[in-house]
């Protein structure tokens, strides 16, 4: 196992991560949390050296219970902003679970998402074309600007995909012509995603845009980290913060505000991993009312749809979804926020109020 | 330790009873200290011992280890807010070691005597605790002063004018460089070792006693403010609560190592205590960050080190030790809130004397002939 573990060295072991961890507020065991999680990743750094050492230092061997620590993790990150010592825990298990999936350590549940991913090029291993929901519109060869669905968008959430493609073709946007899923998935879970990459990276270059554009966090955070720094990546709502003021500006579908109250949520991989914080409730703000939750932005808690958790671990991701649920102040007519995931988890959590992404409210707003 | 049975108590989290009439709650043991405290806010009351740890530390452990922290130079440790305990002893009896009675002279204090026991008498299945109204207002003084050793003595003087803060911490200049670089926007004076005074009460009090505070700070210190608003303040706290592991943000090969952390000596010792850890510390060539509750003689030591390298490991014992043993010298203690475990439990003898300590072991067998509750720490 090739882990750094000197930054694992940096832990102190003073727990501050329990006070913070959604999955330890589930599940309560030492090892669902940041602090734990290091000290695991430690004895398998130790167990595959064959080495035995003292105390915490000794060695594990990557059983099943060892394998759920690492893969509870949802990835959020709260841990590593709160962390004293300044460590980043999710960047670390991650680098586990590749060690995991390297000696075949891998879960039924991981196995299929893989597969579906790496044969349709979806996380659905759907077989119908992903861009369907397009209809009649039209796709420029060339653009300045890529609209990068996302998996979830393209075969799930149809209408917000056309509603985000429709709000953007008019800046000069097209598509990638066979999308295929951005690897998140498969990067989280600790998989090798470099042949969707690549393939993404090809047509991105055909089309010669400089600028890619997602509504989904878990694409976003990919693209921008995880893909060579050769176009700027932009969430739909930083792209729509830019124009919503020229949006309110014109004759056709101006934006009008509108006499309702919503609420963010913030999806983590916008919020803490990429510090989109402020965007979407300028958005939100230049239409109507926002009541924050509970906790927001960087103490936003987790709505457990990430890090491969909802597909490893569903009841414990719905669980999460419904304590995120009680973050959601009296009143407000929408929860609004800006990623796939975070929406079907908080749905499938059975919230009364409606969930919505920020261009399904933007597109409320326009007025014919 | 090899084969052992681990009883996590953390599923014991519910809060029994609040008792506000009676300023008094029954919680079980897993309950997480903020979790109490955010439960009677709203009924104006709070569980006054603080630890920097308040978010993550349970009931439990806080009894069983007497921790404080940060407020105990006003309100005391946990031991002062313990009325009754339903323990579990070795041979499987439930026992109640107080009631609600606020005082009892009826019989020995077992309540005392299981506060700071750490699991080796018995395992605490609930607690009865007394809770204190929540003062109106607080103040902060930031005072500086040029070497730690003078911060020392301006505690002295404070103390010797019959001033009582709520709290009292000092953070000598490397904690302050580990906390600028966590939180920049802190303004905390940056020319020497600081001293962090809170006084609560009444908003008119507070008024008074941070200006008695400054005025005796004055002839000693570089510079003197009081901070300017609550949010200041609490931002403050915040970062001061969670330096201890923030070393490693100073200088990512350095891990802070729990060793001579805890050491605490009679107050008019402090300057003397100050004096001599600097000395180990420079000797021995280890970085250390002393801060702590110095309103209680508790200085914490965070010596930090490169683990992957042996012979600091070696320098590290050596300066712990060193640091336990000048404690001992100027009459103080190994630890004042974190307890003795495994790390000091052949400090204990030293420090209790041997007769003592011999009671202590007789206590033990009484009550747990077998060894079987946390077998080996405090060196039974």
């Known amino acids: ?368 | 330790m090899q084969g052992g049975v681990v009883l996590d108590m953390s599923g014991m989290n519910r809060i029994l009873e609040i008792d506000i009439e009676n300023q008094q709650v029954i919680v079980e043991p897993g309950l997480v200290a903020e979790t109490l405290n955010l439960a009677i806010k709203p009924l104006g009351f709070f569980f006054p011992p603080d630890p920097g740890s308040l978010a993550m530390c349970t009931i439990g452990g806080m009894i069983a280890n007497n921790s404080s922290g940060m407020r105990s130079v006003k309100y005391g440790t946990v031991r002062n807010y313990v009325l009754d305990l339903e323990v579990v002893l070795a041979d499987g009896r439930v026992v109640h070691t107080g009631s609600k009675v606020l005082k009892s002279s009826a019989g020995y204090d077992l309540t005392r005597l299981f506060v700071g026991s750490e699991g080796t008498l018995g395992i605490i299945t609930s607690a009865g605790l007394k809770v204190a109204p929540l003062p109106a207002a607080r103040k902060l003084v930031l005072a500086s002063f040029p070497e730690a050793e003078i911060a020392g003595r301006s505690i002295v003087e404070i103390f010797s004018r019959g001033i009582t803060p709520s709290a009292c911490e000092i953070l000598d200049r490397t904690t302050i460089a580990v906390l600028k670089m966590c939180e920049p926007h802190l303004a905390l004076p940056a020319d020497g070792d600081v001293i962090l005074f809170e006084v609560d009460g009444t908003a008119a009090s507070t008024e008074e006693t941070a200006a008695q505070i400054r005025d005796a700070c004055l002839p000693l210190a570089r510079s003197v403010r009081i901070a300017s608003c609550r949010e200041e303040m609490e931002e403050i706290w915040a970062a001061r609560r969670l330096v201890g592991a923030a070393i490693s943000k100073l200088d990512p090969a350095k891990t802070r190592i729990y060793m001579g952390e805890d050491v605490g000596v009679p107050i008019k010792q402090i300057p003397a205590l100050i004096r001599k850890v600097q000395q180990i510390s420079s000797k021995l060539d280890i970085p250390a960050m002393k801060y702590g509750h110095i309103g209680d003689g508790n200085l914490h030591v965070a010596l930090f080190i490169d683990i992957r390298d042996e012979s600091q490991w070696d320098k590290l014992r050596l300066a712990a030790d060193r640091i336990h043993r000048a404690a001992l010298d100027l009459g103080g203690t190994v630890s004042s809130e974190h307890g003795i475990g495994l790390a000091r439990a052949d400090l204990l003898p030293e420090q209790a004397g041997s007769e003592a300590f011999s009671l202590m072991q007789s206590i033990k067998k009484a009550l747990d002939p077998q060894g079987i509750l946390n077998p080996g720490k405090m060196g039974l």
Not at chain 1, 222 to 237: E, G, H, I, M
Not at chain 1, 338 to 351: F, K, M, T, W
């Open chain 1, 1 to 368: 196992m090739d882990i750094d573990l000197s930054a694992i060295d940096q832990c102190a072991r003073c727990g501050t991560c329990r006070a913070y961890c959604p999955v330890f507020a589930e599940l309560g065991w030492e090892s669902a949390n940041a602090r734990g999680r290091l000290m695991i990743l430690q004895g398998l750094q130790n167990g595959l050296k064959g080495g035995m050492q003292d105390g915490m230092q000794g060695s594990l061997q990557a059983d099943p219970c060892v394998q759920d620590s690492l893969n509870t993790c949802t990835t959020c990150g709260i841990c590593t902003e709160n962390c004293p010592a300044g460590i980043n825990p999710p960047r670390l298990i991650e680098m586990g679970r590749r060690e995991l999936v390297l000696s075949g350590r891998i879960s039924r549940e991981q196995e299929t998402l893989r597969d579906h991913i790496l044969r349709s090029g979806n996380t659905f291993g759907e077989t119908a074309d992903r861009l369907s929901w397009l209809s009649d519109r039209r796709l420029p060869e060339k653009a300045d600007y890529v609209y990068f669905a996302g998996c979830m968008n393209s075969y799930r959430y149809t209408e917000t995909a056309a509603r985000t493609f429709d709000l953007l073709s008019r800046f000069g946007t097209t598509m990638l012509p066979n999308e295929q899923c951005c690897g998140s998935p498969l990067l989280r879970m600790g998989f090798d995603a470099g042949r969707l990459m690549q393939e993404n990276c090809r047509q991105i270059e055909r089309i010669g845009a400089h600028t890619m554009i997602t509504g989904c966090a878990g694409c976003y955070t990919t693209l921008k980290n995880d893909y060579s720094p050769q176009f700027r990546v932009l969430s739909a709502t930083e792209f729509l913060d830019e124009r919503i003021q020229e949006m309110q500006q014109r004759q056709e579908r101006k934006i009008k505000r509108l006499d309702i109250a919503v609420t963010y949520h913030d999806p983590c991989h916008l919020g803490r991993h990429n510090n989109i914080y402020d965007p979407p409730r300028r958005v939100i703000e230049s239409i109507c009312r926002l009541v924050e939750m509970k906790s927001a932005k960087k103490d936003a808690r987790c709505c457990g749809g990430g890090g491969g958790v909802r597909a490893g671990y569903k009841d414990l991701s719905l669980q999460m979804a419904r304590r995120r649920l009680l973050d959601v102040p009296e009143g407000v007519d929408y929860i609004v926020t800006s990623c796939p995931l975070c929406i079907r988890n908080l749905r499938d959590a059975g919230s009364k109020v409606r969930v919505i992404d920020l261009v399904d409210l933007v597109a409320m707003a326009a007025v014919e």
